[in-house]
């Protein structure tokens, strides 16, 4: 049974500051990794999607990294903003109709 | 270009009610998932539908709950005799395919149960 862990599950850093974001999962037979971003009382806004056989997707300021042997996956937020301040979700996807294994997710607070 | 509906956005019911939560996936996209996010707890995965089946079920609580999603109209999760512990966020995505394509989300429904 798959299961994603999110460390640390809250961070607060100096807006311009660089972020790290941290997934781990214990079973490496992913399809794809996704990752989300949760405002309160909304829904999910997917950031990014990896395909088990990539290595890394870039968008903008974010980078995520995947390492399907060990198990992780990194969000990088580059130059951070008050306005990512939100709660970061990974999950993975299965490859047998693609359900989603999330993990807790990471809130995030950028101060001005 | 409408993203993922779902209706209504806050739903409140008395203990012993059943609960219709409506999700109308994206425009081209045949492929419905729902989820369940309890207080404090994490999103976690309860059913997989395609247009008038459903694929994987196994994160469906055995009684009260059914999902379905007619070859016409929006997907239902279907809420009987509705408790306490049924009070949480439910969300839809929906995707053009199987595995592979990122899956798009609703801004959900929160359920109240008096």
């Known amino acids: 049974k798959q299961e994603v862990t999110q460390i640390p599950a809250a961070l607060s850093v100096p807006e311009g500051e660089n972020l790290v974001l941290n997934c781990s999962f214990t079973d490496s037979a992913i399809y794809n990794l996704q990752w989300f971003r949760q405002d309160p009382g909304k829904g999910l806004t997917s950031l990014l999607l990896?395909?088990?056989?990539?290595r890394e997707q870039t968008s903008g300021r974010l980078n995520a990294s995947l390492d399907k042997s060990s198990g992780r996956s990194t969000l990088y937020i580059a130059a951070s903003q008050p306005g990512d301040s939100a709660t970061y979700l990974c999950?993975?996807?299965?490859?047998?109709?693609?359900?989603?294994?999330f993990g807790g997710g990471t809130r995030v607070l950028v101060k001005p | 270009n409408a993203g993922v509906m779902q209706n209504p956005r806050h739903l409140v019911r008395r203990r012993g009610q059943e609960a219709r939560l409506r999700c109308s996936p994206m425009k081209g996209h045949s492929h419905v998932y729902w989820y369940r996010q309890l207080p404090e707890e994490g999103l976690k995965f309860m059913v997989y539908l395609q247009k008038e089946n459903i694929i994987d079920e196994s994160g469906m609580p055995k009684e009260r709950f059914s999902a379905e999603f007619p070859k016409e109209g929006p997907s239902i999760l279907r809420i009987q005799q509705v408790v306490r512990g049924d009070s949480a966020a439910y969300f839809c995505?929906?995707?053009?395919?199987?595995?592979?394509?990122?899956?798009?989300f609703g801004d959900g429904t929160r359920l109240s149960i008096l």
């Open positions: 990896i395909q088990s056989s990539q």
């Open positions: 995505a929906s995707s053009p395919g199987g595995p592979g394509l990122p899956q798009h």
């Open positions: 999950a993975a996807g299965e490859a047998a109709g693609n359900k989603l294994t």
